[in-house]
C-alpha cells in the first residue's frame, strides 16, 4: 500500500509588510525572487546606489540591491510596500512587480523623500517594472518605469489560485516509523567501498510505493545504473550520498546513467530529498541522474527533488582533490573527468526542482579549499514538455549549465551560474565533443560554456537569473574590462521564451538570439552586474 502523500499545500498570503532584504558583498545585486513574503514592519527598501565597473576601475557609491523579482505576493496593511532611495528615470536599481495584490497599502512603489512613484491601494498589480526593456533582436532597449505587458506563463504552472505552483519539501512528520525503511537495514553498507547497486536496487524493487525509503548517513557506490522506480518516495540523512563507481562509467563516446528515475513514460510519485549525487573518476560517460516519471494528472508537483546536491569532484572519495587535479598540474589525463551530463530530464518527464544545486566543483572541498580542474560536460538538459518548475542552479560545466532542448512550460526561477575558471583554455567544446544526440551546441561563435541555451522550445519563463563569468585561464583580470566571455545566454528565434530580472557580469553581450549578439553588457550596467529588466522574443 502507498504511503498516504505528504501535504502539498503551496503557501500562505502574507498578513503584514513583506521584509527586507539584506544585501551584502555579490548578493547585493543578485536577482531576488520573493514568492511569499513575510510580515515584517516597515516598507521594503532598494537602495539606488551602487558600485559601478567603469572602463576597468570601480567606482564606490555604497552598497544597494541591483535587481528584484517578485511575484505572487500579498501585501497587508503597511504604508510603502517598495521605497527606492533615489528617483531616476534610467537604469538604476531593477525591479520586477508580478502578479502582487495589494491590501491597504497606501504607496506601491515610492521615494525614501516621500515621492509617489505608483500609487498603492487595496489593487492588483499585474506587472510593473523599472529598467530597461528589450524586444527580439532590436539592441537597444528603453527605460520603462510602469505598467508592462502581462507575464506570459503556461497554465500547467500555475496552482488554482493562478500563482506559479509551489511545493514545500517533504517532511513526513506525519508518517508512522513503521512507514520507512532503511536501506542499511537491508544490506547496503554505505561505506564508501563496496558495491551497494544490488542491494539497493532490492530495496527499491520491494519497497517502492508502499514505504518511505530512508537513506542512513553514509556514500553507496554503485557501479552500475540503479533504477528507481515511479512511486518512490526518499529521503537522505545530512546529503546521503550516491556514487557512480567504475568502468561503466569511463566512456563519454557511450554514456551510462548512474540512477535512472522512472522509466520512460512511467507516471507516478517520485520524492527525493536530502540526497547528494556524485560520482568516483575517471567518470567521463556518467550521466548523474536521468529523469522519467511524470505526474499522474490531478497531482501537481507529485515528482520532484528538494534540498539535494550534485557535488562532482572535489571531495573525499571522488579521486579528484587536490592531489590529482590541482589547477597547477599541467596533465591530468582522464583522472579528473566528473561527468558527461549531470541532470537529464527526458521528454515525458516532469520535475518540481528546488534547492538541487547541480554542481561542478571548483575547489578542494575537503582539502583546504584548495583550487582544481574537474571537467564537466554538462549541466541540466531538459527535453521535458513540462511543467517544470527549476529553482536552483549550475555551475562551470564545460559546455553548458541549462540547455532546454524540444522543452515546454518550464519556470526558471532564481537561477545562478559561473563558467568554468579555466576556459577558454581549453575551449568548449574541450575536453568533451559535442553530440549531437544530446543537442549540444556546436560552438562555432562562443569559446566559453553557455549559461542558458534555449533551442526549439516553447513557454519558458525565466524569472530571476544570476550568469556569471569571473576569469580567463583562472585569472580575473579580465574583470577590469568586463569581457571575460563574449556571449553568455542563447534563444534561438523558433523558441517562445520570456526574461524578466536577468543580470550579467563580464560577458559582453547578455542576450543572443541565433549565437548572434543582440543585447551589450555595456548598455545595461547596474552595479556590481549588468541588469536587463525584461527581455522577450516578440
Do not use: C, K
Given at each position: 500500500m502507498e504511503p498516504t502523500p505528504p501535504n502539498t499545500e503551496t503557501r500562505a498570503d502574507a498578513d503584514d509588510a513583506p521584509k527586507k532584504l539584506r544585501d551584502k558583498n555579490r548578493e547585493s545585486t543578485r536577482s531576488t525572487q520573493l514568492q511569499l513574503l513575510k510580515a515584517h514592519p516597515g516598507p521594503h527598501n532598494i537602495n539606488c546606489s551602487k558600485h559601478h565597473r567603469q572602463q576597468g576601475k570601480q567606482r564606490e557609491q555604497g552598497d544597494g540591491v541591483g535587481a528584484e523579482a517578485i511575484v505572487d505576493a500579498v501585501v497587508t496593511n503597511t504604508p510603502v510596500f517598495v521605497r527606492f532611495s533615489a528617483s531616476t528615470s534610467s537604469l538604476s536599481g531593477s525591479l520586477v512587480l508580478n502578479n502582487v495584490k495589494l491590501n491597504n497599502v497606501s504607496t506601491a512603489v515610492g521615494i525614501i523623500d516621500g515621492t509617489t512613484v505608483l500609487t498603492g491601494g487595496t489593487t492588483m498589480i499585474d506587472t510593473w517594472v523599472q529598467g530597461n526593456v528589450y524586444t527580439g533582436t532590436d539592441p537597444v532597449g528603453k527605460f520603462v518605469q510602469g505598467y508592462t505587458t502581462s507575464i506570459p506563463k503556461a497554465p500547467s504552472l500555475l496552482d488554482n489560485s493562478g500563482r506559479i505552483f509551489g511545493k514545500t519539501r517533504p517532511t513526513y512528520a506525519d508518517y508512522a516509523v513503521s512507514q520507512f525503511v532503511s536501506v542499511k537495514s537491508y544490506g547496503a553498507t554505505g561505506d564508501g567501498n563496496t558495491d551497494d547497486t544490488a542491494a539497493l536496487q532490492s530495496v527499491f524493487d520491494n519497497f517502492a510505493g508502499c514505504k518511505i525509503i530512508y537513506f542512513d548517513a553514509g556514500t553507496y557506490i554503485v557501479s552500475s545504473t540503479l533504477t528507481i522506480p515511479a512511486g518512490t518516495q526518499i529521503v537522505g540523512e545530512a546529503w546521503s550520498s550516491i556514487m557512480g563507481s567504475g568502468s561503466a562509467f569511463t566512456n563519454q563516446n557511450n554514456p551510462q546513467v548512474?540512477?535512472?528515475?522512472?522509466?520512460?513514460?512511467?507516471?507516478?510519485?517520485?520524492?527525493?530529498?536530502?540526497?547528494?549525487?556524485?560520482?568516483?573518476?575517471?567518470?567521463?560517460?556518467?550521466?548523474?541522474?536521468e529523469w522519467n516519471v511524470h505526474e499522474p494528472a490531478g497531482q501537481q508537483g507529485a515528482t520532484g527533488m528538494w534540498d539535494s546536491l550534485f557535488r562532482l569532484g572535489g571531495a573525499a572519495g571522488t579521486n579528484m582533490q587536490a592531489d590529482a587535479c590541482a589547477s597547477t598540474i599541467p596533465d591530468t589525463g582522464d583522472n579528473c573527468f566528473a561527468e558527461f551530463l549531470g541532470l537529464h530530464l527526458t521528454s515525458g518527464?516532469?520535475?518540481?526542482?528546488?534547492?538541487?544545486?547541480?554542481?561542478?566543483?571548483?575547489?578542494?572541498?575537503?582539502?583546504?579549499?584548495?583550487?582544481?580542474?574537474?571537467?564537466?560536460?554538462?549541466?541540466?538538459?531538459?527535453?521535458?514538455?513540462?511543467?517544470?518548475?527549476?529553482i536552483g542552479t549550475a555551475e562551470h560545466h564545460v559546455l553548458y549549465e541549462y540547455n532546454l532542448a524540444g522543452a515546454s512550460d518550464h519556470y526558471m526561477g532564481l537561477i545562478q551560474t559561473e563558467t568554468p575558471y579555466f576556459q577558454p583554455d581549453p575551449s568548449a567544446p574541450a575536453p568533451f565533443i559535442s553530440s549531437a544526440a544530446y543537442h549540444d551546441p556546436v560552438f562555432n561563435s562562443s569559446t566559453d560554456a553557455w549559461a542558458l541555451y534555449v533551442q526549439h522550445s516553447n513557454n519558458i519563463l525565466v524569472f530571476g537569473a544570476g550568469l556569471y563569468s569571473f576569469y580567463q585561464d583562472y585569472v580575473t583580470n579580465c574583470e577590469d574590462t568586463g569581457d571575460c566571455q563574449m556571449r553568455i545566454l542563447n534563444v534561438d528565434s523558433s523558441?517562445?521564451?520570456?526574461?524578466?530580472?536577468?543580470?550579467?557580469?563580464?560577458?559582453?553581450?547578455?542576450?543572443?538570439?541565433?549565437e548572434n549578439g543582440i543585447v551589450s553588457a555595456s548598455a545595461n550596467p547596474n552595479g556590481f552586474a549588468d541588469t536587463v529588466t525584461v527581455w522577450t522574443l516578440s
Open positions: 548512474v540512477v535512472r528515475v522512472g522509466t520512460s513514460g512511467s507516471t507516478g510519485v517520485a520524492e527525493i530529498s536530502s540526497l547528494l549525487f556524485t560520482t568516483r573518476a575517471p567518470a567521463n560517460g556518467a550521466i548523474v541522474v518527464s516532469s520535475a518540481y526542482l528546488e534547492g538541487t544545486w547541480v554542481w561542478l566543483t571548483d575547489h578542494d572541498v575537503d582539502g583546504g579549499g584548495t583550487q582544481t580542474t574537474v571537467y564537466g560536460g554538462r549541466g541540466i538538459l531538459s527535453e521535458s514538455q513540462g511543467p517544470v518548475w527549476m523558441s517562445s521564451a520570456s526574461i524578466f530580472s536577468l543580470s550579467t557580469v563580464d560577458s559582453v553581450y547578455q542576450i543572443d538570439v541565433d
